[in-house]
């Protein structure tokens, strides 16, 4: 593997970025707003309207993970990670700098549970 984080997996422990995420949930609102009709109309993927977007799913992502820390259950930590090492499975990089979260079976009943306690 040649991607700087297969090079250096030390600079790469706090799991997938809130960013990264953002823009994911981002890029899925386009699609279903491309959608929304029923029938498959192109959406640009650009200007303020996404920009928006992008700054309401990071702020939510930000506010998610200081609630769910605040609450001693670092949900958010735990999705980071656990996209983090599906990533590197996938690209075949067998590195655990993450902390280790058996996510195999996805978050709990209990995890959602004891975020809204």
Same mark, same amino acid.
């Given at each position: 593997?040649?991607?700087?984080?297969?090079?250096?997996?030390?600079?790469?422990?706090?799991?997938?970025?809130?960013? /990264?995420?953002? +823009?994911? /949930?981002?890029?899925?609102?386009?699609? /279903? #707003?491309?959608?929304?009709?029923?029938?498959?109309?192109?959406?640009?993927?650009?200007?303020?309207?996404?920009?928006?977007?992008?700054?309401?799913?990071? #702020? #939510?992502?930000?506010?998610?993970?200081? +609630?769910?820390?605040?609450?001693?259950?670092?949900?958010?930590?735990?999705?980071?990670?656990? /996209?983090?090492?599906?990533?590197?499975?996938?690209?075949?990089?067998?590195?655990?700098?993450?902390?280790?979260?058996?996510?195999?079976?996805?978050?709990?009943?209990? #995890? +959602?549970?004891?975020?809204?306690?």
């Amino acid at each position: 593997a040649h991607a700087d984080g297969a090079k250096y997996p030390q600079y790469f422990t706090h799991g997938i970025p809130l960013k /990264l995420i953002a +823009f994911v /949930l981002t890029a899925v609102e386009l699609a /279903l #707003d491309e959608w929304h009709t029923g029938n498959f109309e192109k959406v640009e993927f650009k200007g303020k309207k996404y920009e928006k977007v992008y700054n309401r799913h990071l #702020d #939510d992502l930000r506010r998610w993970k200081a +609630f769910t820390e605040e609450r001693g259950e670092p949900l958010a930590q735990k999705l980071q990670n656990s /996209l983090l090492e599906k990533a590197r499975s996938h690209a075949g990089v067998a590195v655990h700098s993450t902390p280790h979260v058996d996510t195999s079976e996805g978050l709990s009943l209990e #995890d +959602f549970i004891a975020n809204q306690a």
